[in-house]
């Protein structure tokens, strides 16, 4: 088992920044790839980025150049830095646990969401 708490979510204007954390606690955080997922109201569930155990990272093209995946095996944190906001990335981001996929169904383990709101 892997629980998983999300935190840093918040509201800023277009073009503004902020860094998600996901905190990871139960079974060895570094055994598992991890992504960082959104959904906005009426949306399905959206792949955003992910990292595998080595530190090699995939992003979805909507994000690409403007967010940062990384994380640290020794703090068992995992962080998504978000760069040139666009009010289109408002949405719950969810951090997750399992393999190196863009789907949802490729994780076994995720956080309860972290809310990000952009203003134009």
């Known amino acids: 088992q892997v629980q998983l708490v999300e935190s840093g979510g918040g509201s800023v204007q277009a073009g503004g920044s902020l860094r998600l954390s996901c905190a990871a606690s139960g079974r060895a955080f570094s055994m598992y790839a991890m992504g960082w997922f959104r959904q906005a109201p009426g949306k399905e569930r959206e792949f955003v980025a992910a990292?595998?155990?080595?530190?090699?990272?995939n992003y979805a093209d909507s994000v690409k150049g403007r967010f940062t995946i990384s994380r640290d095996n020794a703090k068992n944190t995992l962080y998504l830095q978000l760069n040139s906001l666009k009010p289109e990335d408002a949405a719950v981001y969810y951090c997750?646990?399992?393999?190196?996929?863009?789907?949802?169904?490729?994780?076994?383990?995720w956080g309860q969401g972290t809310q990000v709101t952009v203003s134009s």
């Open positions: 997750a646990a399992g393999s190196f996929a863009t789907t949802p169904a490729g994780y076994n383990y």
């Open positions: 990292i595998n155990w080595s530190g090699s990272t």
